[in-house]
C-alpha cells in the first residue's frame, strides 16, 4: 500500500516557466512532511511543513500543506534549467519518528 | 563541514563475493538509515538505528546486515551479493525523534553498486 505518491512522475518545461509538484500522502496522525531535491547526487532538503507549519518559502521555490485533503505541494516559480532535478517528498512514520516514507520522485527537466 | 560520507561511491562486484559499504558521519547524530533507489520505485528503507547498538529493520532488509557499534559509523554489510541488489545506495542521518530539527535526513553522496 503506497503511503506516498507523487505526481506527475516526470515534467518538461522552458525556463521561466511555472510547476506545480504534488505530493499526497496517507498516513495516521500525521505530523510533518518534507521535500527534497536531487541533483546528480545526494538529496538535499528543501522544506518541512508541519501542523504548525503549513506553509514555506525559499526564494521561487513555495510549499504549502493541506491537512485536510492530505496533500502538498511545491511551486516553482520562473524556472531555471539549474531547477532540473528530481524532488523527492516523505513523511516520517509518526509512531516511530524515524522511518520514512517516500514517494517514487518527480523528475523535472528544464530546458532552455 | 557536516556531512555523511559513504565509500566506495562506485562498486562493481560479482554474486557472492562479501562486501561492505562504509558511512560515517560527523554530526553526532543519533539517528542513522541506509536506502536504496531503484526506477520506478523511489527511495527505499533497508535497516535504520535509532542510537548505538540498536537496529531495526526497513520495508527492504532481505540480503543486508548492519551494524552500529559506534555512534558515527554505520556499515551496511551484503554477504552474498546478488544482481538484484543493483542499485543506489544512500545513507543518511538526524538527529532523531524528538530533537529540534528532527526528521531533517542528511544524505551521503550515494554509492553506485553493481552485482555482475
Known amino acids: 500500500e503506497d503511503k506516498v505518491v507523487q505526481s506527475p512522475l516526470s515534467l518538461v518545461v522552458h525556463e521561466g516557466d511555472t510547476v506545480t509538484l504534488n505530493c499526497s500522502y496517507e498516513?495516521?496522525?500525521?505530523?510533518?512532511l518534507l521535500w527534497y531535491k536531487q541533483e546528480k547526487k545526494a538529496p538535499t532538503f528543501l522544506f518541512m511543513l508541519t501542523s504548525s507549519g503549513i506553509e514555506k518559502k525559499s526564494g521561487r521555490l513555495s510549499s504549502i500543506l493541506d491537512k485536510k485533503e492530505l496533500f502538498s505541494i511545491l511551486n516553482i516559480t520562473a524556472t531555471q534549467t539549474g531547477d532540473s532535478a528530481i524532488y523527492l517528498c516523505?513523511?516520517?512514520?509518526?509512531?516511530?519518528?524515524?522511518?520514512?516514507?517516500f514517494g517514487t520522485g518527480t523528475s523535472l527537466t528544464v530546458i532552455p | 563541514e557536516a556531512q555523511v560520507t559513504q565509500n566506495p561511491r562506485y562498486l562493481i562486484t560479482v554474486t557472492g563475493k562479501k562486501l561492505t559499504v562504509t558511512c560515517s558521519q560527523n554530526m553526532n547524530h543519533e539517528y542513522m538509515s541506509w536506502y536504496r533507489q531503484d526506477p520506478g520505485l523511489g527511495l527505499r528503507q533497508i535497516y535504520y538505528s535509532m542510537n548505538v547498538e540498536v537496529t531495526d529493520k526497513g520495508d527492504v532488509p532481505e540480503g543486508y546486515k548492519v551494524s552500529r557499534k559506534e555512534k558515527r559509523n554505520f556499515p551496511l554489510i551484503l554477504e552474498s551479493p546478488s544482481p538484484n541488489q543493483t542499485s543506489l545506495y544512500f545513507c543518511?542521518?538526524?538527529?532523531?525523534?524528538?530533537?529540534?530539527?528532527?526528521?531533517?535526513?542528511?544524505f551521503g553522496a550515494g554509492s553506485r553498486l553493481t552485482v555482475l
Open positions: 543518511a542521518s538526524s538527529e532523531g525523534q524528538g530533537a529540534g530539527g528532527a526528521n531533517v535526513l542528511t
Open positions: 516523505a513523511v516520517p512514520d509518526p509512531n516511530t519518528g524515524n522511518q520514512f516514507y
Open positions: 498516513v495516521t496522525n500525521f505530523r510533518s
